[in-house]
């Protein structure tokens, strides 16, 4: 979708449940579909799923559930690093009643080891789907393999970590859009209903010229933040990527892997991307037996071409207070784009610049100062489950869908603010798009027996960034 687009890709079921216009009809009736494979009759999408970590199988559940209303979408093949990742995440789709008559992956259809994308992208036909939830350090080498083979793409967030990826990524999506091919990038928030109505008001005038927005993902240690020295029971390369959120290479670290979203939810509302970032961050006291690459806090202040601003709070650390929430402050008026996580956002608009709590679920009196607010009732459709039906429909229905260049520039943002705090510097768009430092060259070549683009020392310790003594790259 574009920066002024809401949601147009939903389908019946999803109107319904937001309460917006009803269709008598469903978006698809008399629509004659094409074939989606056309070497076979079949209508079934095939998905591979490469990744079995947490994310991966939520994508699969996320794509399985269209299956009901949009026709029949079945799990074939997955791929992973570990036997026991997959073999876990095969077990408890299936256990699932729900989901295990869509489950069909026999064990010559899993694949074990970093070739096993290529095996698994092969059981499929063009026009089936690859899902791609890896560390996006793999991102590129899985995508061209995909465009090569005619297949579809779901792919998580961040798309890349560094900016000579950015830029390889860019050219292999010209490809893909040549191809047709229709991809997803997991920022599901830009499929929420609440926040693309949200953001057609803002960007029609509601609150005036945005002047400031605020955004905070405050949280206690999560995923794989903060890592302890590899115990030996691994290769360096397999503990990293067993702990990915730790390490810059194969993430971007926590900073890209989750403050990406309140970044681009911004930027929807804005309508406009940042042209430069200042940031501080730092490594506090938590135990300084920690190898990982992350600061414990960061501040970014985004600066977008009119001057205004974006300011991001970040925080991993025990026992503070928490929030992940995101703010708009125009010259008429303010608005909350995202109030406590995900979904649902509660956005709604205020004529005044303080943003007051909203009501509970189920109603309540509203602030005389509040305009306008999504209505909560009926629950706001989950984000997740739309970005897999507009993915779903849209190859059902051969219409242009591609969110490449959209997640590239979001992921390119994120890393502009991190590169400033972890080097102290003022970064622009410019100079993270064109920077030389790919942090993991050769991803591509890597086997179970390789050792990791980023070797510890003997101590069993990580480059870590340190702000004003490396000036020109983050470790």
């Not at 256990?95 to 070739?115: K, L």
């Not at 229905?397 to 390119?412: C, F, I, P, Q, W």
């Amino acid at each position: 979708m574009s920066s002024r687009e809401t949601p147009s890709e939903l389908s019946r079921r999803s109107v319904l449940k937001a309460g917006g216009a009803v269709a008598t009809t469903s978006a698809l009736a008399g629509i004659t579909l094409p074939h989606v494979h056309a070497a076979n009759d079949d209508p079934t999408i095939r998905l591979a799923l490469v990744g079995c970590g947490g994310r991966g199988a939520g994508a699969v559940q996320n794509a399985l559930k269209t299956s009901t209303e949009q026709g029949p979408v079945k799990l074939h093949a997955m791929a992973d690093v570990f036997e026991n990742n997959l073999e876990s995440k095969h077990r408890a789709l299936t256990a699932r009643e729900d989901m295990a008559r869509n489950v069909d992956v026999p064990p010559e259809r899993r694949f074990i080891g970093f070739d096993g994308f290529r095996n698994a992208i092969d059981t499929l036909r063009p026009g089936d789907v690859a899902i791609f939830t890896t560390p996006c350090a793999f991102r590129a080498v899985h995508y061209e393999y995909a465009i090569e083979k005619g297949v579809n793409v779901f792919m998580e967030k961040p798309v890349t970590p560094d900016g000579p990826t950015t830029k390889k990524m860019f050219e292999l999506n010209k490809k893909a859009k040549a191809k047709n091919l229709k991809v997803g990038v997991g920022l599901m928030c830009r499929h929420c209903v609440a926040r693309g109505e949200l953001a057609k008001r803002v960007q029609d005038g509601e609150i005036g010229d945005i002047i400031n927005m605020r955004a905070y993902r405050m949280q206690g240690p999560i995923g794989s933040c903060f890592s302890k020295p590899n115990p030996g029971d691994m290769s360096d390369l397999m503990y990293q990527i067993k702990r990915f959120h730790s390490f810059l290479w194969l993430s971007g670290g926590s900073f890209s892997d989750f403050f990406i979203h309140n970044i681009d939810e911004c930027c929807w509302i804005k309508g406009d991307w940042p042209i430069e970032a200042r940031a501080t961050g730092g490594r506090h006291y938590r135990d300084p037996d920690h190898i990982d690459q992350n600061f414990d806090s960061y501040s970014v202040e985004y600066t977008f071409g009119d001057g205004s601003k974006l300011y991001l709070d970040g925080r991993n650390i025990a026992g503070c207070q928490q929030e992940f929430a995101s703010f708009a402050h125009g010259s008429k008026g303010s608005a909350v784009i995202s109030e406590k996580g995900h979904a649902p956002s509660r956005a709604r608009i205020y004529k005044g610049q303080v943003i007051h709590r909203s009501a509970r679920r189920g109603g309540g009196p509203t602030h005389p100062d509040q305009v306008w607010a999504y209505p909560q009732e009926p629950r706001e459709p989950n984000p997740y489950d739309l970005e897999w039906e507009a993915l779903i429909q849209a190859i059902q229905t051969d219409t242009e869908h591609n969110e490449v260049d959209r997640g590239l520039k979001a992921s390119l943002v994120t890393s502009m603010g991190r590169m400033a705090a972890h080097t102290g510097q003022v970064i622009t768009y410019d100079q993270i798009l064109n920077h030389d430092h790919e942090f993991g060259p050769g991803a591509g070549k890597l086997t179970l027996e390789s050792d990791s683009p980023l070797m510890p020392d003997s101590d069993g310790r990580y480059p870590i960034p340190q702000p004003g003594i490396k000036q020109d790259r983050e470790y």
